[in-house]
Each structure stands twice: as structure tokens, then as C-alpha cells.
Antibody
Framework: QMQLVESGGGVVQPGRSLRLSCAAS????????MHWVRQAPGKGLEWVAVRSYDGSKAFYADSVKGRFTVSRDNFENTVYLQMNSLRAEDTAVYYC????????????WGQGTMVTVSS | QSALTQPASVSESPGQSITISCTGTSSDVGAYDFVSWFQQHPGKAPQLIIY???DRPSGVSNRFSGSKSGNTASLTISGLQAEDGADYYC??????????FGGGTKLTVL
């Protein structure tokens, strides 16, 4: 079945870096834009970034612009989120989500991976 | 990129109906019909329940419906059931080619 599985979360000190991965299966990965969405503990959802289906375009939330980079490998069916200069306020569960190519809706989500930024 | 505005909480009795509003601007909700709604139960990933303002994915109950007027979108849940108790989030595409979520609404079915 169609599935997204995130990995790479953990505890990291402020100012350090972390790379998250999201492995896709059960669908033609290269046909879909992929997003990252995060949720701080007890808070709401926050859109983070998107990489277009062919990897040619990326867009970011102002809160992460210049620090985070979203990339993808359409041969490995994986999207990545490189997070640099991490701050305490980046602490959250990070979800990857597929953007349906017809409706532009986030129709498939992973289970999330927790990132904690703390000294 | 300010978050869309949703009521923090709403509560109603089983069998009744509720409507959750999602207010944005002419740069997001008012600009496109790319408004979606998600349901999230504690500890779970969000689930898409409405897309493109008023369409339902396959398998989602027709008790869920959406609408939009100007810069405000709305989610209506009719015939409330206990399992509808969850957090609900709206999201919209923006004129900056980004996406923005609402702050979320906690629905309590009394």
C-alpha cells in the first residue's frame, strides 16, 4: 500500500545539524511533490517546505528559510530535510506528506519523526 | 506567512452539527480554491477529510462538508459522533507558492 516512513529524528544541540529522511513506497514517487510539515509539542501544524516532483523547485516557510533544505532522490524514492543551525523552537514532530498531483491536497502522511533541540 | 485563524475549541452534543471557520487573507484562502481540512487524533498523523474547499476523499463520511466565502473557509460536521472528537486543521495554498495552516480547533463531542 502507499506509505511514507520518516527517519532521522533525535536529540541535537542548538546550532547543530540533522538530516531527516522520508522513504516512499507503493506509488510512483517521481510524479508527486513532497512536503515537510512539523508540529511542536502540544501545538498546531506548521508547513515547512516543499520540493517539486522533478526536484526543480523548492519553497520554504519564512521560519526555516536559509537554514533548512529540502531535496529528493527519485531513484531512491526518498525526500530529505537537511536542518542546519537548529534552534530550540525547531523542536517538533516532523511529518512528510505527499501532494496529490490532481487535487494538490496532502493526501498521504508519514507517522512522523521527533526532533528535539536541547543542550 | 501568518497562520490562518481558527477557533481554539468547539463543543457540541452527539447528533448535532458544528461549523469550524478558517479565516485568511486575499493572499491565501481568498486567492485560490486550494483549501483542505485535516482531522488529527492524539498521537496520530493528520488525515485529509476535505480538499479543494468542498471535495471529500474516498472513504470520508459525507457528514463532513466544506465551503468558502471570500477569505473564510468553513468545515461543517453534521450528525456528530463520539469519534469525531479530534483536532481539526485547515490549510491553504498562498500567492507566494507556499502553504499555511490554521492554528487548529479542538472539537469535543459532549
Amino acid at each position: 500500500q502507499m506509505q511514507l516512513v520518516e527517519s532521522g529524528g533525535g536529540v541535537v544541540q542548538p546550532g547543530r545539524s540533522l538530516r531527516l529522511s522520508c522513504a516512499a513506497s507503493g506509488f510512483t514517487f517521481s510524479n508527486f511533490a513532497m512536503h515537510w510539515v512539523r508540529q511542536a509539542p502540544g501545538k498546531g501544524l506548521e508547513w515547512v517546505a516543499v520540493r517539486s516532483y522533478d526536484g526543480s523547485k523548492a519553497f520554504y516557510a519564512d521560519s526555516v528559510k536559509g537554514r533548512f533544505t529540502v531535496s529528493r532522490d527519485n531513484f531512491e524514492n526518498t525526500v530529505y530535510l537537511q536542518m542546519n543551525s537548529l534552534r530550540a523552537e525547531d523542536t517538533a514532530v516532523y511529518y512528510c506528506a505527499r501532494e496529490d498531483d490532481v487535487t494538490d491536497a496532502f493526501d498521504i502522511w508519514g507517522q512522523g519523526t521527533m526532533v528535539t533541540v536541547s543542550s | 506567512q501568518s497562520a490562518l485563524t481558527q477557533p481554539a475549541s468547539v463543543s457540541e452534543s452527539p447528533g448535532q452539527s458544528i461549523t469550524i471557520s478558517c479565516t485568511g487573507t486575499s493572499s491565501d484562502v481568498g486567492a485560490y480554491d486550494f483549501v483542505s481540512w485535516f482531522q488529527q487524533h492524539p498521537g496520530k498523523a493528520p488525515q485529509l477529510i476535505i480538499y479543494d474547499v468542498n471535495d471529500r476523499p474516498s472513504g470520508v463520511s459525507n457528514r463532513f462538508s466544506g465551503s468558502k466565502s471570500g477569505n473564510t473557509a468553513s468545515l461543517t460536521i453534521s450528525g456528530l459522533q463520539a469519534e469525531d472528537g479530534a483536532d481539526y486543521y485547515c490549510t491553504s495554498y498562498t500567492t507566494s507558492s507556499t502553504w499555511v495552516f490554521g492554528g487548529g480547533t479542538k472539537l469535543t463531542v459532549l
